[in-house]
């Protein structure tokens, strides 16, 4: 079975930064393209960032330039570098395949952005 376990969240300021990590287990991992996603309260999930299994990342609008997605084959690990946190990166963040999710959700990870 699939599992993706999100960690690295919590609260911080406008203009701080927060490194996520997501461990993925039961799966080949380094054949798929991984994603990170959020949702935030009233909203529907979206696709903030993705990685292929080579390594090439693209990013929301929303936030590139400010967030850096990477991976670790050797580790099955994906991480999220949040750097200048505006509040409206307030959010659940979440793991997955990417662009479309394939597996069941796991535990996400409350990033809090407020002063």
């Known amino acids: 079975q699939v599992q993706y376990v999100a960690s690295g969240g919590g609260l911080v300021q406008p203009g701080g930064s927060l490194r996520l990590s997501c461990a993925v287990s039961g799966t080949t991992f380094s054949s798929y393209t991984l994603g990170w996603y959020r949702q935030a309260p009233g909203n529907q999930r979206e696709l903030v960032a993705r990685i292929t299994s080579s390594g090439i990342s693209n990013y929301a609008d929303s936030v590139k330039g400010r967030f850096t997605i990477s991976r670790d084959n050797a580790k099955n690990m994906i991480y999220l570098q949040m750097n200048s946190l505006y509040p409206e990166d307030t959010a659940v963040y979440s793991c997955?395949?990417?662009?479309?999710?394939?597996?069941?959700w796991g535990q996400g990870t409350q990033v809090t952005v407020s002063s």
């Open positions: 997955n395949t990417a662009p479309s999710a394939v597996h069941p």
